[in-house]
């Protein structure tokens, strides 16, 4: 009688931070994730302490269990014959829809901050909301579409300082004290001579570098300190104006030319080095001490958005072509795309790495879908959430427990992430 492949057994042995015998097993060849997942439970529920019903993901020489065991080895090339390391961890919730939050336009750029979202629209406003989704304030400052916002400071006292960038060729950086629920407007940044499409803020939150579509790089002082009118001591208490502040106007420190193309995004990636990518087909990383360009990685597709994550020091992009990229600007093998991300239908408009776990990011497309990723599961996101009726065109997970999401649909979308 010939043998078949239900009586085919894989030696494994199954490993991580939960008590799980350390011995190998004999496993059938065509097991999956949810039979690995039932004998892991088995394990760790034997004896009198308390049943655990936990789902699991498996791990591979660092991807994703995905297809039979069988399968996976057949496609990585890897023996049946020998002893297969698979390391098991808890499989991530599905975000959940929390709220979505309406504006009079498209939201173009987005971005939280501990309980505060910060939106800016194509209505011309900025727009503060509590992470629940309640309005703060409308900011009526740009006389163009706002296409980017960013937090300046991200601690708790009560004045926060911000800053966007417009259409109409300026960056404001604004104070809002949230005490009183007043804004001012304290710097106006001139010397653009298009559309401010990305801003970036530096650790020591002193300086910022913003990309335009005129094809430049500037870098900025991020000076937030206010100026009082001269004469506003002079003038009674009761009869003065909410706001009597003078707006600076604001020249940059430096010009970088280099580009052939408007800029998409901008990244630190060191104390004096940036990133930026752009509708070019290239990443440049600049020296600012230097002054110049250090390096410059062809893509073949309009670049639309840049994420850099610190934890690994790597890049993901979102392109034209549907695709998500991962790079490695450091890797000397010379295959700067570490790997490929595809299940977009759409253009890649946005992406965004998770702040606290250095596997996970999240996409947005002009498919009106947005994913999460895991870097270790290159065939499929995690999970896709949906909810837009037009194409989204940001995204954002600065705070770790809400994925967000704006679009030509004019709404934002706050998705509820547990860790």
Not at 12 to 24: G, Y
Not at 61 to 85: Q, W, Y
Not at 225 to 245: G, L, N, Q
Not at 330 to 352: F, M, N, P
Request: proline share 3%; glycine share 6%.
């Amino acid at each position: 009688m010939g043998v078949t492949k239900q009586d085919t057994y894989i030696r494994v042995h199954i490993f991580f931070r939960f008590s799980v015998p350390s011995a190998p097993f004999s496993v059938q060849a065509q097991v999956g994730t949810c039979d690995l997942s039932s004998l892991i439970n088995s394990l760790l529920n034997e004896g009198d302490g308390e049943k655990t019903n936990v789902d699991f993901d498996f791990l591979i020489d660092g991807e994703f269990l995905r297809l039979n065991l069988d399968k996976h080895l057949e496609n990585k090339g890897i023996s049946t014959e020998s002893l297969v390391d698979i390391e098991y961890i808890e499989k991530q919730q599905a975000p959940e829809p929390e709220d979505s939050l309406v504006h009079d336009d498209w939201v173009s750029c987005i971005q939280g901050c501990k309980d505060c979202i910060l939106s800016g629209c194509y209505d011309n406003t900025v727009r503060l909301w509590s992470v629940k989704g309640s309005p703060f304030l409308t900011i009526p400052g740009h006389s163009a579409p706002v296409k980017c916002v960013q937090w300046i400071t991200d601690d708790d006292s009560t004045v926060k300082t911000f800053m966007s960038g417009s259409h109409d060729q300026t960056i404001h950086i604004w104070q809002w004290d949230s005490e009183s629920n007043s804004v001012d407007c304290v710097a106006a940044c001139r010397g653009h001579a298009g559309s401010v499409d990305c801003i970036n803020i530096d650790h020591t939150k002193q300086r910022f570098c913003s990309g335009s579509w005129d094809k430049m790089l500037k870098l900025w002082s991020a000076e937030c300190e206010a100026v009082e009118d001269e004469d506003e001591e002079d003038i009674p208490h009761k009869k003065r104006k909410t706001s009597r502040r003078k707006v600076q106007t604001r020249v940059p420190i430096l010009t970088l030319s280099g580009h052939n193309e408007g800029i998409s995004a901008v990244e630190w990636i060191d104390t004096n080095q940036i990133c930026t990518s752009s509708w070019d087909h290239t990443i440049k990383t600049w020296d600012l001490e230097q002054a110049e360009e250090i390096s410059s990685l062809q893509g073949s597709k309009v670049f639309l958005d840049m994420s850099y994550s610190p934890l690994n020091r790597q890049i993901v992009t979102g392109s034209s072509d549907r695709h998500v990229r991962l790079w490695d600007p450091r890797s000397s093998d010379g295959a700067l795309v570490k790997r490929i991300y595809t299940s977009h239908t759409g253009w890649v408009s946005s992406v965004c790495w998770s702040k606290t776990n250095e596997f996970l990011f999240i996409s947005g497309s002009y498919d009106s879908v947005m994913k999460l990723w895991d870097t270790r599961s290159p065939k499929a996101p995690l999970y896709n959430m949906t909810g837009h009726d037009e194409k989204i065109l940001a995204v954002d997970w600065s705070i770790p427990s809400s994925l967000l999401s704006g679009g030509a649909d004019n709404h934002l979308k706050i998705f509820q992430y547990k860790q």
